[in-house]
């Protein structure tokens, strides 16, 4: 009877399965092609940089300092509604600066303005932050009369006012590892009353992320598929993170020192640098910051890093340098 009970579930379980397999494959939007979407997701971008201006709260020491509302651009000669595209390369804060992300093929424009730098480290774009923020999303929206061009709008999808945790940037989109190690940490000061933590002259800024360093095609919660975000920020405090459990802190495996470290691996994110390994000591495919043995030479680096005497690790300034002028974990011929 039970056996009975459990092959007649089974086999209705496996044609729901089939048939919610074969509906839904039938109704899935084929990938779009990711430089044609980027080329309308910058326009959108540009189009919003010079049709809106910003409002920045100062008020050091307050929840709100560093604030900042987008409003539309109505007097154009109005010196308070200068466009967001106006501070390109200005040498005061603000100041809107761009660089280029190479992904998926494409030469992508980020955009992002630093409204202040910070005083603190800077964190890597696989380190822990925490921040807080306020997320929007662009969308076009037709016009009403004939003749009027159409209209970039944005809508608020997510705000954390008071973050409680550090948000790890290898598991965020991508457009936040690539925009936040552009920015500092401020200066941690406890209430003496409260004992609450506060920070001050934190970094602060606003990112434009076309929706290929966004979520895409999966959208996200409320978040429509194909849309670019932008996000106004505080960096409060960062968290150095190890990865692959190594002993050694990921910034600090940065081997090229350009402050990103890359898993060059996906032939979807990096499909035209094959045999590119900017972060890969023994080019065996996997990035120094996710390889237990970094140099390849079987012995794991937490083994290679391992002080005999004491058997803990090494400081990393302490680690034991081979001939070569390398530290030991990361010359193949060297072993402890």
């Known amino acids: 009877m039970n056996k009975i009970k459990y092959y007649f579930i089974l086999t209705i379980a496996t044609l729901s399965l089939f048939s919610c397999s074969k509906s839904d494959s039938a109704s899935i939007e084929p990938l779009r092609d990711y430089t044609e979407q980027y080329n309308t997701d910058i326009a959108d971008i540009e189009d919003y940089l010079d049709k809106n201006y910003i409002i920045v709260t100062n008020k050091p020491g307050e929840t709100e300092d560093q604030n900042v509302k987008i409003e539309k651009i109505t007097d154009a000669a109005d010196p308070a509604q200068r466009s967001i595209k106006s501070y390109l390369n200005s040498p005061t804060f603000p100041t809107l600066k761009s660089k280029i992300v190479d992904l998926h093929g494409v030469k992508y424009k980020l955009y992002y303005m630093v409204l202040r730098e910070g005083t603190g480290e800077s964190p890597c774009n696989v380190d822990g932050v925490l921040t807080s923020y306020n997320g929007t999303y662009l969308s076009k929206k037709a016009a009403t009369t004939a003749g009027e061009p159409s209209v970039i709008t944005a809508t608020q999808f997510e705000e954390v006012v008071f973050p409680q945790t550090f948000l790890n940037l290898f598991q965020t989109i991508k457009g936040w590892g690539e925009t936040f190690p552009n920015f500092k940490v401020g200066t941690a000061v406890g209430d003496t009353e409260t004992g609450a933590i506060k ?133 193949p011929t060297c072993h402890p």
């Open 199 to 331: 920070y001050n002259d934190f970094g602060a800024g606003i990112m434009f992320l076309p929706s290929g360093l966004a979520y895409y095609a999966g959208g996200g919660g409320s978040i429509p598929s194909y849309t670019p975000l932008v996000f106004s920020f505080k960096l409060y405090a960062l968290q150095r993170l190890d990865h692959d459990g190594d002993g050694i802190l990921s910034y600090l495996e940065d081997k090229d020192g350009d402050g990103y470290v890359r898993d060059m691996r996906s032939k979807t994110e990096y499909p035209d640098r094959e045999g590119e390994y900017p972060d890969d000591t023994d080019q065996d495919g996997i990035p120094d910051f996710l390889d237990t043995d970094d140099d390849g030479d079987g012995y794991s680096t937490k083994l290679e890093i391992k002080d005999p005497l004491t058997g803990k690790p090494y400081a990393f300034d302490k680690i034991p340098v081979c001939p070569s002028g390398k530290k030991n974990y990361l010359d």
